[in-house]
C-alpha cells in the first residue's frame, strides 16, 4: 500500500490558509496572487467561487455617491446575496461581522445623500451604518430624518442604535414607543437585539398577558412590565406617550397610578383604577392581582 504523504495531500489546505491570511489582512494584491495559485492547483475546489467574490469585493469596492434609492438596493442586495454569503462561507465566523463592516461603511457613506424614503424604508444610510457597526453614525442618520419618533422603521434603527451604544436601561423610552407604533417591528427588534433578560421578560409576558395572542399584544408590553417591575416606571415615563394608543395610555396611567400609591393617595386611585379598567380589562385585573385585592 502506497504511504500517504501528508504534505502533497494538504497542499490544498495550505493554499486556502494562505489565501484566508491575505483576505483577512485585506491585502487585495496578495489575495489575487494566492487565488490564481488555489485555482491553478485546485480548478474544483469548493472555496475557490466564494474566494473569488470576496477578492473581487477588494479590489473593487465602488466609493461613488449614489445616486438614488433603486441604485442602494442594487449595491446593498449585492453585499447581503453575494459578499456576505460568500463570507459565511469561508471565513471563520468571529471573523465575518468585522471585515464585513468596511464595506457596510463604505456603502453607507455612499448613501449619505439619500433622503428617507417610506416606500424605501430599508434603502437608507440608518440601517447600514448599524450594519458597520458604527451606533453613533447610525443615531446621526436617524436623526436626520424628520419626526422619525412617529416612523416604524427609523424608530426602530434609533432604538437598535440606543440599545447597542448604551445597553438595556438607556432603551427602555425607546423600546416602549416602539412596541406602541408597531408592535410587529418591536417584536422582530428583540430577535435582533438577543438580550437575554428582555427576552425572558417576553417570554413571561407571552405566557401571563391575558391578551388576544396576536402580535398586537405586544403593544401592551411596557404596560405589562410596570405591573409586575414597577422599579422602571422612572425609565418607562420617559417616553413619548401617543395618546391615539391605549397601551400608551395605560402605560401612562399605571406610572400615575404607582406614583399615587406612594404617595397615598386612595382617593384618586380610584378613579384611575377604573381608567385603567376600561382602558384594559385583563391588564387591569393583572394589576389587581399584584396588590392581593379582590375585584368583583
Not at 469548493?46 to 438614488?68: F, I, K, N, Q
Not at 422603521?153 to 408597531?182: F, H, I, Q, S
Not at 405586544?218 to 397601551?247: C, H, M, N, T, Y
Request: glycine share 6%.
Amino acid at each position: 500500500m502506497q504511504q500517504l504523504d501528508i504534505f502533497a495531500d494538504s497542499r490544498d489546505v495550505m493554499l486556502r490558509n494562505d489565501l484566508l491570511e491575505q483576505l483577512q489582512r485585506r491585502d487585495a494584491v496578495a489575495a489575487r496572487t494566492a487565488l490564481a495559485q488555489l485555482a491553478s492547483e485546485y480548478p474544483d475546489d469548493g472555496a475557490v467561487p466564494a474566494m473569488s467574490v470576496l477578492v473581487r469585493e477588494l479590489e473593487h469596492g465602488p466609493t461613488a455617491p449614489l445616486v438614488d434609492h433603486a441604485a442602494l438596493a442594487t449595491a446593498r442586495n449585492h453585499l447581503e446575496n453575494e459578499v456576505a454569503s460568500a463570507a459565511r462561507r469561508v471565513l471563520p465566523t468571529q471573523a465575518v461581522q468585522p471585515w464585513l463592516a468596511p464595506f457596510w461603511r463604505a456603502l453607507a457613506q455612499r448613501a449619505a445623500t439619500l433622503a428617507f424614503c417610506g416606500a424605501d424604508a430599508g434603502n437608507h444610510a440608518a440601517p447600514l451604518w448599524l450594519l458597520a457597526g458604527d451606533w453613533a453614525a447610525a443615531s446621526d442618520a436617524v436623526e436626520g430624518i424628520e419626526s422619525w419618533w412617529r416612523i416604524p422603521a427609523p424608530l426602530a434603527w434609533m432604538t437598535e442604535a440606543r440599545y447597542r451604544a448604551a445597553g438595556l436601561d438607556a432603551t427602555w423610552p425607546l423600546l416602549a414607543e416602539l412596541a406602541w407604533l408597531a408592535p410587529a417591528r418591536f417584536a422582530a427588534l428583540l430577535s435582533v437585539l438577543g438580550d437575554a433578560s428582555l427576552d425572558a421578560l417576553r417570554r413571561r409576558f407571552d405566557a401571563e398577558f391575558p391578551g388576544t395572542g396576536e402580535v398586537d399584544d405586544d403593544a401592551w408590553f411596557p404596560a405589562w412590565l410596570l405591573v409586575i417591575k414597577p422599579a422602571l416606571a422612572g425609565r418607562l415615563g420617559k417616553a413619548r406617550v401617543q395618546r391615539e394608543q391605549a397601551a400608551s395610555r395605560a402605560t401612562a396611567l399605571l406610572g400615575e397610578i404607582l406614583r399615587r400609591e406612594h404617595e397615598g393617595d386612595q382617593h384618586e386611585l380610584v378613579s384611575l383604577r377604573q381608567e385603567l379598567s376600561r382602558l384594559h380589562a385583563g391588564l387591569f385585573d393583572a394589576y389587581m392581582a399584584t396588590r392581593k385585592v379582590q375585584h368583583r
